[in-house]
Each structure stands twice: as C-alpha cells, then as structure tokens.
C-alpha cells in the first residue's frame, strides 16, 4: 500500500517527506518512485509537526508519517495531529502510517480524518498485533478517489485467496487483539520501570515494544551482548540513527521477567 500511494502520487522532480526516525522503508519507496526524498528532524524523538510543515514546498506531492513510531515508540498528541491534518495542504498526500494502532487503545489510526478529508490515506498491518508478519498483508482505507488512483497502478492478485482468507479470520477475532493488546500494555510498563530502574533512558512507549538507550554505543553493545548469551534477541536500531539504542520487543509475563532479569545481571557486573 505504501509502495502504491508514493508511486501514484509522485515521480521525478516530485519530492515526498518523511521523518528521520521513520519506517526504514521509507527513503527506499520514494527512490523506487523516483522523487526525492525530504527527510525532517524530530523533536526529542517524536514526530515535529512544525518541521514537516516547514518542509513543504511547491514539489512536496506526499508526506509519510509514522504514528506511533518505530524504533522510538512515540506517538503525536490529538492536538499535534490535529494540527497537522489540517495544515497539510489539500492536494498533497498525507500518508498516516498505524502499522501499531492496536497497541495504543482509545486511537483509530486516523480513520476519522481519512474519512473527512479526502487527501489522507490511513495504512495498517496484519504483521504486528495479529501475527501475521510473514503473509504480507497490508490495507489501507481513504477517500474512494485516493483508492482508484492508487489501484490504477496496483498489481493483478497482489494478495492471494489464503492470505484474505486468513486477515479476515483474524480482523474477526477481537477477544485475541483484545487480549494481547491488554498483556502488553502490562508488560510494557513493567519492562519500562525496570529499565528506568537499571538507568537506561525509556520514553513512554504507545507500541509493542520500547527503546532502550544506554549512555552510548559501546554500552549498547555490551547490553546486547549480554541479552544474547542467555538467548535473548533484541534490535539494534543504529541503522534509525539510535547507535546508542536497542529495541525491545515487548512479551509475556515470563518473558519479560527473562529481558528484566538478564539485565539487572548485566547492570550488576558493571558498577
């Protein structure tokens, strides 16, 4: 879907933004289109809406925006988005990206806006709360002419008959997203404190996940280290301009007492 928005929206000369913590994706689908890619700061690791406003030019044709972020795990204020949604000028597309919508709550990933305006594209996921990573299945919902422009483009039986087979089994079964979504939050905030704990740097996460940041790149490494000698895989996210963090997926109960527990050991050893 990302792919169809950026390709059907802008070409050579054309130039489309991100934010510089975004999907790593990003950059490569404005390449593939053929625009140039506008990469703006964030503001103590969240989306800035004054930078992506100021970014915008007579060229800009697309604006990519990831909320909640990852690797960063932060989410704009109902205010902040607000006041993008509405800055964004109507014959540019503003792309919000709730590849984690679920994890946050009382949020619909900006359904709301793709209904009332008609340059606003929501995109969401089967691969993060629902499993489903390796099917590759993606979706997107906006204004019915945002649609036919994008399927003018899009690929013959780009999903197969298993793969909508099987999103519309899970998008039916709330008890499951439900119930994961309400683990989670759990988990989160007590992998949070603990890391908070141990004197490594958490914001407040709205994902499945949290990024950790140590007091540099070499501690990060060392904390890595440490995770995987007792069999524990976690991101490097040096790649998202993080060389000094490490994501965390969030688990169970018992996994996450594992990460805790690994790093109280590690922290231990070092002071």
């Not at 490569?28 to 140039?36: D, E, K, N, P």
């Not at 939050?185 to 890391?195: E, K, S, Y």
Request: with cysteine.
């Amino acid at each position: 879907v990302l792919q169809m928005v950026t390709q059907a929206y802008a070409g050579v000369g054309d130039e489309i933004i991100h934010t510089e913590h975004g999907f790593s994706l990003y950059p490569v689908l404005i390449h593939m289109a053929g625009a140039t890619a506008v990469c703006v700061h964030e503001r103590e690791r969240a989306v800035d809406v004054d930078a992506v406003l100021d970014a915008i030019t007579e060229r800009t044709r697309v604006i990519l925006v990831t909320n909640p972020g990852n690797p960063t795990g932060t989410m704009l204020s109902d205010d902040d988005l607000v006041r993008l949604v509405r800055g964004v000028p109507g014959h540019i597309a503003l792309v919000l990206d709730g590849a984690y919508t679920e994890y946050v709550g009382d949020f619909d990933g900006g359904a709301s806006f793709a209904t009332e305006r008609p340059n606003i594209l929501m995109t969401r996921t089967f691969s993060k709360i629902y499993g489903l990573g390796g099917l590759r299945i993606g979706w997107g919902y906006g204004a019915a002419s945002m649609i036919e422009t994008m399927t003018r483009i899009r690929q013959p039986f780009n999903l197969s008959n298993v793969q909508l087979a099987a999103g519309q089994v899970a998008v039916r079964d709330r008890d499951w997203v439900e119930a994961c979504a309400a683990m989670n939050a759990d988990q989160r905030a007590r992998l949070t404190g603990a890391l908070r704990q141990l004197g490594v740097a958490v914001d407040d996460s709205r994902t499945n996940f949290v990024l950790a940041r140590f007091a540099d790149p070499n501690e990060a490494d060392a904390a890595n280290a440490a995770l995987s000698a007792d069999g524990i895989i976690v991101r490097k996210v040096a790649g998202y301009g993080f060389p000094e963090g490490l994501r965390i997926t969030v688990g169970d109960a018992d996994q996450t007492g594992r990460v805790i527990a690994a790093l109280t050991r590690w922290r231990e050893k070092t002071t």
